[in-house]
């Protein structure tokens, strides 16, 4: 009986814990469920409800209140260093003070660079217009040349036999500079007046794919340019050196302007002698300026360059950021490039539609014997073994009759 009486005892005590844990965890799920209903509650607030609202348990907030229910005041994290706001110090800053830094390179420490803001001006607004301006001023020259002057004939017909101008590599030379610098022209145009001119027109989208694709066809087709540039040095520097001809074709205007004056020349007038030396030149500091662009802050060449021309009088800067060379690097590829181009607008009018029979030297490399007898009768001579003819003189210029070719 008492054996009896212990086990109901252990029973009733077994069944009254069991009560107690099952009613001790319907208690905290009732809670957790008042505190998650809680928090649906606040965070469904609308906008124009109190957003004072204390976090769940101390510490949970990243940046807490000045002051908390559950203890003291909050304290300054000890990582923080507060210090007072001074205009000065970022006045300073912005106008390209240097800080220290830990780092290898010093010029890290240049936080703002504010020259930027007048170079972003400069190549958006002047940069624009001035390159505007100029293609289009040459543009409407040419047209105003044509209508008053009309396409330059041969005065005395074509002869119908001609004469091997140009071998078969100089027209390679000159096709190998010649197509790499027009898509060099297009592409560069592209990035300059393209987002203004070109976008409204095609989208974005199409846009970007041209941008993107003459992006590379830029810096590639610079190396082929510039290869170019170089055989054309090799072949054609002794024929484009100052002569006695030039300046007699300086006096006529090179007889563009009349059909009755044909001031002699060798193989290369003194017009092809301007464009050879600017392409040579122009391009070559182009080609420079290229690739200090397509390899940034490699090539620093301003500093120096100031420094030089200072020794003339001029006051330019000769303590340059690495950023202020690359401005200036850009904003000297853009201005040339485009006068170059401007250049060469003129060029390929005249060796093509602007006077006749000028393509066929490099096309097929030969041209009419009256064309050359008539633009480059000292050229002509010296094949033939012939005389060279007089420089062209005042009174020569004057006249009006027409030179005889027999």
């Known amino acids: 009986m008492i054996i009896t009486s212990n086990i109901k005892d252990m029973l009733v005590l ?7 844990i099952l009613a001790g ?3 905290n799920n009732l809670a957790s469920a008042q505190q998650t209903s809680a928090e649906e509650q606040v965070i469904a607030l609308p906008p124009q409800s109190s957003t004072n609202v204390l976090s769940p348990s101390p510490g949970s907030s990243v940046r807490p209140p000045a002051s908390q229910k559950w203890g003291a005041p909050a304290d300054v994290p000890t990582t923080v260093l507060p210090q007072e ?27 703002v660079q504010s020259q930027g803001q007048d170079w972003r001006a400069f190549r958006n607004d002047s940069i624009f217009k001035f390159g505007g301006w100029v293609l289009l001023g040459i543009i409407a020259a040419l047209v105003v040349f044509f209508l008053a002057r009309g396409r330059i004939k041969i005065s005395h017909g074509r002869a119908g036999t001609t004469i091997l101008r140009f071998k078969t590599i100089e027209r390679m030379t000159h096709w190998l500079t010649a197509v790499p610098f027009v898509i060099l022209a297009l592409t560069g145009l592209n990035l300059m007046y393209g987002r203004d001119y070109i976008l409204p027109i095609i989208g ?24 170019g540039l170089v055989l054309m040095v090799v072949l054609w520097v002794r024929h484009n050196l100052w002569d006695k001809y030039d300046w007699g074709w300086i006096r006529a205007g090179g007889g563009i302007f009349s059909d009755d004056v044909h001031p002699p020349a060798r193989k290369f007038n003194t017009g092809q002698k301007i464009v050879f030396w600017a392409v ?9 300026s290229g690739l200090a662009l397509m390899f940034p802050f490699a090539m620093e060449p301003f500093a120096a360059t100031f420094a030089f021309l200072n020794n003339f009088g001029t006051e330019l800067p000769t303590q340059l950021e690495p950023i202020q060379e690359m401005q200036l690097l850009q904003t000297w590829h853009a201005i040339v490039a485009v006068i170059l ?13 602007g006077m006749e029979g000028a393509i066929d030297a490099m096309w097929t490399g030969e041209v009419d014997e009256n064309w050359a007898k008539e633009h480059h009768a000292a050229w002509v001579a010296e094949l033939k073994g012939e005389p060279e003819p007089e420089p062209l003189s005042f009174e020569a210029v004057g006249s009006t009759e027409k030179p005889s070719h027999e």
């Open 280 to 288: 040579i030149l122009v391009g070559a500091s182009i080609s420079y």
């Open 25 to 27: 965890d319907l208690t």
């Open 85 to 111: 706001s001074d205009p000065t110090v970022w006045g300073l800053i912005r106008h390209g003070r240097k800080g220290s830094v830990s780092i290898p390179n010093q010029r890290a420490g240049l936080l």
């Open 204 to 227: 974005h989208e199409a846009f970007a794919d041209i941008t993107i694709a003459g992006k590379w066809l830029h810096n590639f087709m610079a190396f082929a340019f510039m290869l």
């Open 341 to 353: 181009i401007g250049l060469i607008f003129a060029h390929i009018y005249i060796g093509s539609f």
């Open 14 to 20: 077994m069944c009254l814990s069991l009560v107690m």
